[in-house]
């Protein structure tokens, strides 16, 4: 096959852009200082900075996690890598002027659990490479989300998560908390890959922003603690190819979708499931890995590339396609934005992977020039 390479390299140096910013100043201990504050509510000044930090190492993980050894790539990540353990210590440092609010409110529990969610995806360059004093205020940080209450909602998940990810790191953790969102998300499942936010469905992108990618990385790292567990990982796990055959299939052939829901401001992000499910090598068989790249790569080419994304000093703006503040909900602000970056999953599969080989187009795209696609189909149980 054709080796594609200027997909990969312009998907890195996209999501090295986003960081910059975030990253460089966070090592500088000067996040709060630097960082705009967009918004509709003024009280985001309390979470937004964790925000940023928790979101993007979200995004950013599995490729730091790869260790690129070769070449520019390789130099990155030892740069990347370097100011994101550099971050870590600022973030959960109490001396430190950046140190992050992770427990005051309810909106820490969130940003908690992506950042516990970057450690499950990336644990020897988020976690084994801190010296003790950072990973024990690390954990410190993330069990003081415990007085948190989640609501009723996908923020179960946040909760699970974090207790997933002390787990992982051999702390004491609570696995009520775990069982409890589990079985309450299985109670939500509405059918053909698709879950409720809640009792109640919502046509909105959060079971990509958060539902499923949760769910298929709690089960993995804690499936086999419990015979219930494993027994649930089966259809957790057929729920999500299925999903992500909708999501993919959802890629207009220009790069579009559909601007339905709420917190359509976190952009590409909406496509964090498809990206993961590209990432772990879960996609359907009839989905080939290089459509979901050159599908991706025509969103995130769409969204990225409008002008007025980016403020002047390269932080990102509230909007969908451009600057536009109105489509920011009250408890969107600058740092929440971030969570595009999880787009960037794919990042850590390596240059030979066939996700960066070759060309081809995405189903959308087939479809609507008179090629042939698989029919779809629903699934009707699991």
């Known amino acids: 096959m054709t080796k594609t390479t200027n997909?990969?390299?312009?998907?890195?140096?996209?999501?090295?852009?986003?960081?910059?910013?975030?990253?460089?100043?966070?090592?500088?201990?000067?996040?709060?200082?630097k960082m705009p504050l967009e918004g509709k509510l003024s009280d985001r000044d309390q979470y937004s900075h964790l925000e940023a930090f928790a979101r993007l190492l979200c995004g950013m993980a599995p490729w730091l996690e790869s260790r690129p050894s070769n070449g520019e790539e390789g130099q990155l990540w030892k740069k990347y890598s370097r100011l994101a353990r550099e971050g870590l210590d600022a973030a959960t440092d109490p001396n430190?002027?950046?140190?992050?609010?992770?427990?005051?409110?309810?909106?820490?529990?969130?940003?908690?659990?992506?950042?516990?969610h970057a450690i499950l995806r990336a644990p020897t360059e988020?976690?084994?490479?801190?010296?003790?004093?950072?990973?024990?205020?690390?954990?410190?940080?993330?069990?003081?989300t415990r007085t948190r209450k989640p609501f009723f909602s996908n923020w179960l998940l946040f909760s699970a998560m974090i207790e997933a990810v002390l787990f992982k790191l051999g702390e004491d953790w609570d696995p009520m908390r775990i069982d409890y969102a589990l079985r309450q998300h299985d109670q939500w499942y509405?059918?053909?890959?698709?879950?409720?936010?809640?009792?109640?469905?919502?046509?909105?992108?959060?079971?990509?922003?958060?539902?499923?990618?949760m769910l298929v990385d709690i089960i993995e790292t804690i499936g086999d603690q419990s015979s219930d567990w494993q027994a649930m990982k089966e259809k957790i796990i057929?729920?999500?190819?299925?999903?992500?055959?909708?999501?993919?299939?959802?890629?207009?052939?220009?790069?579009?979708?559909p601007v339905i829901g709420r917190s359509i401001a976190y952009r590409f992000g909406a496509f964090q499931h498809l990206a993961q499910m590209a990432y772990q090598h879960r996609l359907d068989e009839n989905i080939k890995p290089a459509q979901v790249r050159c599908a991706l790569t025509a969103v995130i080419h769409r969204l990225i590339e409008m002008p007025g994304t980016f403020d002047d000093e390269g932080w990102l703006r509230i909007g969908f396609c451009g600057h536009q503040q109105e489509l920011g909900e009250n408890y969107i602000s600058t740092g929440s934005l971030?969570?595009?970056?999880?787009?960037?999953?794919?990042?850590?599969?390596?240059?030979?992977?066939?996700?960066?080989?070759?060309?081809?187009?995405?189903?959308?795209?087939?479809?609507?020039?008179?090629?042939?696609?698989?029919?779809?189909?629903?699934?009707?149980?699991?």
């Open 7 to 33: 997909d990969r390299d312009y998907w890195l140096q996209t999501m090295l852009k986003i960081a910059d910013p975030v990253l460089q100043s966070l090592s500088r201990r000067q996040l709060k200082k």
């Open 96 to 116: 430190s002027p950046d140190f992050l609010n992770f427990s005051d409110g309810h909106q820490p529990i969130v940003d908690t659990a992506f950042l516990a």
């Open 126 to 144: 988020l976690y084994e490479k801190l010296d003790g004093r950072v990973q024990q205020n690390l954990v410190t940080a993330l069990k003081a």
């Open 190 to 213: 509405l059918g053909d890959g698709i879950y409720g936010d809640g009792p109640e469905f919502h046509a909105d992108y959060y079971n990509s922003y958060v539902i499923q990618p």
């Open 238 to 257: 057929k729920r999500a190819k299925r999903f992500a055959v909708i999501q993919e299939r959802s890629i207009s052939p220009e790069g579009a979708f």
């Open 338 to 382: 971030y969570l595009c970056a999880t787009a960037f999953l794919p990042l850590g599969l390596p240059e030979e992977d066939p996700f960066w080989q070759g060309e081809e187009d995405w189903t959308s795209k087939k479809v609507w020039s008179g090629k042939s696609v698989p029919i779809d189909f629903a699934i009707l149980s699991g």
